[in-house]
């Protein structure tokens, strides 16, 4: 699953993307970031990790570190 089908979104989404540009980045859709973590890869985050996130990059570079 990508970061742009949890969104259901047709932006056109990179690396370099800002979190707070992206319409459809919420809380729920950090909350359903941080399941599909745990799902598909196995990876128990919490919302407070991401907290300095600013781009999909940093998502990206915190989830999988």
């Known amino acids: ?3 742009k089908d949890l969104l259901d979104t047709n932006a056109e ?3 370099q993307t800002r979190l707070d540009d992206i319409e459809e980045w919420d809380s729920l859709a950090a909350v359903d970031f941080l399941a599909m973590l745990d799902v598909e890869y196995g990876k128990n985050l919490h919302k407070v ?3 300095v996130a600013v781009t999909i990059q940093d998502l990206y570079d915190i989830a999988f570190k």
């Open 13 to 15: 989404l990179t690396p």
């Open 49 to 51: 990790d991401f907290d």
């Open 1 to 3: 699953l990508q970061l």
